[in-house]
């Protein structure tokens, strides 16, 4: 794998409920990229393309029925599903992914030769540990080509960041991956946001980055509540942790759940952009839009703080693995 060293995903009896970690990107581009404005379809698509590529033995068209499915890293991060004859299986149709893939951050649709740009990757749990296989197909990808011309790119660097603390993991210059992975758990999160939490803030403004897409009741809905915002990461945040971190979320939130609908959105500033990308597994165009501007929030916000700083990384919707469902929270 271009030479690449094990890198250490150090373990204590820290990190327990939700982990992740956060991996920094810079590329630059060799040929010319032709990019969509939103880039995470195209990002994602050609990450699980050369991820099947790389790790598939069978060479069958479809993964069902193959004997190596219950142990394959690809449908394990691609086509994430409750482990096979699991008391959960029938429980949980839909199962997150173990990652959340951030496109480059702007519209910006060609890059020229030498051109760099960044995209960010969460990893939550033990997908921490396939961080190697996550870099060597994105080296893969920049080979191969991307987007309507297949422009090609290389990785110049990687960086993993926690808490502003960035480590660099990876260079171009010296082709080789070390250093131990500095990883999130979500207990950091009530200690580190404990003094701002003792403050007891009234007022959070959320600003979505990139458009949410929240579903009740089968149906997308552009108009919410606090409690559907919140219920829906809530439910986001247990299945990580239960399916990717062999965790249950440690924390009764039957209360917190009943405090949310006591949180009022006091003013709304919210549209629906609409983007269409094209599946090349399903052959069609969808289209995928969601909501995105900012809303502000006033009541006691202070229980809610930490979990909304990490749906930060968590982000919160449908389609997060392609980075959908980002947002930034101002205090």
Known sequence: MYGLESAMYTRSNELKYLTFARFIFKARALTVLRLPQYKGSTFRGG???NLRKTVCINRSKECKGCILCSRCIYTYIFET?????SK???????VPHPYVLIPPDTEKEVFNPDEAFVFELVLFGRAIEYFP???FVFQQLGENGIGR???SFYIDSVANERFGSKIKMYSHATSSLSGETQVYSSENFFHVYKDIVSLNPDEITIRFITPFRLKIDGKLRQDFSF?????????????LTYF???NRFDRDHKELLEMSKEIMITRKNLQWRDWTRYSNRQKTRMKMGGVVGE???RGNLAPFLPFLKIGEFAHVGKATSMGLGRYEVKV
Do not use: I
């Not at 599903?81 to 004859?85: N, R, S, T, V, W």
């Not at 959960?88 to 839909?94: D, I, M, N, V």
């Open 47 to 49: 990450f699980g393309h």
């Open 88 to 94: 959960t299986e029938k429980s949980f149709a839909y």
């Open 149 to 151: 011309e297949q422009g």
């Open 133 to 135: 296989y996550f870099l």
């Open 81 to 85: 599903k409750p482990p096979a004859g």
């Open 227 to 239: 409690f559907d915002f919140f219920r829906t990461f809530l439910n986001r945040l247990y299945l």
């Open 244 to 246: 990717h971190c062999g």
């Open 295 to 297: 809303f502000v929030l």
